[in-house]
């Protein structure tokens, strides 16, 4: 709820603060004191449109703010979350708006953008003035309240999770097809690329295994004539191996005799006669197996820069070939299932449609209901608050299946006919401002449950009515009050007389002195300005006889308004 509205520098304000409370909240005041202006303010802080001639003439700038009781859950602390605003049992909302009209806007000292400010404001607040821009005008929100209104979240949520899967099938679907169309169109170049690769058989590591054999090919000359000139090095003279075998066996024959200082000498004479002839052996086996043939060479370069040409034309290297050949391989077989997976995918999809389509037509059906609920309800209200005429119709029409959503297969708008006989049209087409916030007050009442908002400000809910249509009026909104803090700006003194709380709007004149204001503080300057008043008991008692007297006050007039404020027809 609203606690604090801090007011600094705008049209007739100084400066102003005034603190709420729970309940019925009125402010009264003669025409042109300057009620409007506290709504205009409010209107700042909670993000509508600025206008830079809000600001007092001579200020630089206009300051409000307007402190709230933050929700601990719902909306409000969801937008707060989102935007990473810390937020404790209180809430500020501030908006500055300079002479040249540029505005500033901070929640919780935190510059924000005035959308944000706005999206916290709606949630806050629910205006209804003459004229004024409201949110129940909006069809937009006319189907979350009737559902709301008849408890309808578990069928909702059933509809909202159907049309979900419904849209995962129909998407599984559309991609099957999709593909299936793809490969039905490219089957000629997919059948050519699978035959070529097949034809090729790449497998995988084989382009380093040719660039090397080819490497090798291309140096092949070199290479046989280096191992014939180790080889003719190596029997240069004989053998190498022949003369250290020679020499082994001389160290031998006196080996023994000299008690075993020769044994390591003969061990490694003998193991190079071994690597010697190891050594020559390979040379023998390295020579036979170089292919000098230019034919071979020809062969292993072929293949290598045909898989390499292959892999350039699949925009993938050679190694990936031996993967491609597989993926290609998968679509054909895909596309000669002759699209059974497409007919399989298209009677899950027609199966979630079915489904639903049943989960709406049964929150359909739920919705004719609450409509006639809240349509009887509607019109229990509109009797007392002299607007017997009126008829109200929860419109529900079925979409076009194009339009189909997760909220449903149908749209709800709220209409009414004030005119016997006339069609129903959106409520947006009522002509008059008491009549649309006397509707708003109808239809709020019956939607307080529903519509859960903290704070519900009224403008002149009473505009052209008096006797007990105000006294209906009354007893409304303070019925309305046990739910939600609801604040008026009222000139009926019997809707004024229910109020829990009463502030008086006044416009005083200054010539150089001072004015005090709500908050205790100085006017300075010359000058109309508007100060706002908390009333005392006796003070709300001569206030609502003002409201039935007039400019001269009778005891007549006081004994009525003790009535009124005593729950009795004067």
Known sequence: MLRTLTIRDVVLIDRLEINFHSGLCVLTGETGAGKSILLDALGLALGRRADARLVRHGARQALVTAEFAAPQTGPVREILAEQGIVGGDGMLLRRVLTADGRSRAFVNDVPVSVSLLQRLGEALVDVHGQFESQRLLNPAVHRRLLDA?????????????????????????????????????????????????AALKPEPGEEETLAV??????????????MNQAVAELEHGGSAEGAVRSALRHLERVSAKFEGRLDAACAALDKAASEIAEGMALLEKASSETDLDPRSLDLVEERLFTLRALARKHNTDVDGLAALQETLAARLAALEDGGAKVERLQRGEAESRAAFAAAAGRLTEARHQAAARLDAAVAGELEPLKLSKAVFTTLIEPLEKKDWSEHGCDRAAFEIATIPEAPPGPLSRIASGGELARFMLALKAVLAEADPVPTIVFDEVDSGIGGATAAAVGERLARLAEQAQVLVVTHSPQVAARGAHHWQVSKQETRGGAVAMGDGNPARGPGMLTTVDALTKDARKEEIARMLAGARITDEARAAAGSLLHGRQP
């Open 149 to 197: 209104y008849g408890d309808l979240n578990s069928l909702v949520e059933a509809t909202r999770h159907a049309f979900a899967a419904w849209r995962r099938a129909a998407d599984a679907r559309a991609r099957a097809a999709a593909e299936l169309e793809t490969a039905r169109r490219d089957e000629e170049y997919l059948r050519h690329a699978a035959d070529e690769l």
């Open 213 to 226: 054999r080819r490497s090798t090919m291309m140096q092949g000359e070199m290479l046989l004539e280096a």
